[in-house]
């Protein structure tokens, strides 16, 4: 996979840690330079694990699968982005409880944020791509759009994040969609 591909992925998975970063700077108000940290660091770190873990499932049973794996990766890739643009056109925020940037509250958003992550290594595994390289950009996208929501959740209100994870899962679609579209020698 080439850099040009890695980067929207990238971003797209780092929808989800910039939501949630959104809401955590809402409900935490001005937030503390060891909290920004520990939130960008986590989200960051699992968005990287993940895709390594997915990965290592995917090319252990590639073989029993590989007439088929494209659809598989195409599969997975639009029921996460179904899931993401289904919530984010519900309505509602969600609560947090206390300073979620530390804690069993930090590894669970993080694991929360980062379970598409696990999908999309998954799905590199299917199709035989490298995953090194992509799951460190994901990782640093991650971190860096974690400091972003951070940056502008403190400024704007928490409503808009639901609106970037549409955005999100129309973007995953559309990369299944090419895998596909790639496979059957139609791009």
Same mark, same amino acid.
């Given at each position: 996979?080439?850099?040009?591909?890695?980067?929207?992925?990238?971003?797209?998975?780092?929808?989800?840690?910039?939501?949630?970063?959104?809401?955590?700077?809402?409900?935490?108000?001005?937030?503390?330079?060891?909290?920004?940290?520990?939130?960008?660091?986590?989200?960051?770190?699992?968005?990287?694990?993940?895709?390594?873990?997915?990965?290592?499932?995917?090319?252990?049973?590639?073989?029993?699968?590989?007439?088929?794996?494209?659809?598989?990766?195409?599969?997975?890739?639009?029921?996460?982005?179904?899931?993401?643009?289904?919530?984010? /056109?519900?309505?509602?925020?969600?609560?947090?409880?206390?300073?979620?940037? $530390?804690?069993?509250?930090?590894?669970?958003?993080?694991?929360?944020?980062?379970?598409?992550?696990?999908?999309?290594?998954?799905?590199?595994?299917?199709? $035989?791509?490298?995953?090194?390289?992509?799951?460190?950009?994901?990782?640093?996208?991650?971190?860096?759009?974690?400091?972003?929501?951070? /940056?502008?959740?403190?400024?704007?209100?928490? $409503?808009?994040?639901?609106?970037?994870?549409?955005?999100?899962?129309?973007?995953?679609?559309?990369?299944?969609?090419?895998?596909?579209?790639?496979?059957?020698?139609?791009?």
């Amino acid at each position: 996979m080439n850099f040009l591909l890695i980067l929207p992925i990238a971003f797209v998975l780092a929808l989800d840690a910039f939501s949630a970063a959104i809401a955590a700077a809402a409900f935490l108000g001005k937030m503390k330079v060891r909290q920004k940290f520990r939130l960008s660091f986590h989200f960051g770190l699992f968005q990287f694990l993940m895709p390594l873990i997915g990965w290592i499932a995917g090319t252990s049973i590639e073989q029993y699968i590989e007439k088929v794996d494209h659809w598989l990766a195409f599969g997975l890739l639009s029921f996460i982005g179904a899931r993401m643009i289904v919530d984010g /056109r519900r309505a509602g925020k969600r609560k947090l409880s206390n300073d979620v940037s $530390k804690g069993w509250s930090l590894v669970g958003l993080s694991l929360a944020t980062s379970i598409d992550a696990l999908a999309v290594g998954f799905s590199f595994g299917l199709i $035989k791509a490298s995953i090194v390289f992509p799951a460190i950009i994901i990782g640093i996208v991650a971190a860096l759009m974690t400091l972003l929501g951070i /940056r502008l959740g403190t400024m704007l209100s928490a $409503k808009f994040g639901p609106r970037m994870s549409v955005i999100g899962g129309l973007v995953l679609i559309g990369i299944g969609l090419h895998i596909v579209l790639e496979h059957l020698s139609l791009i």
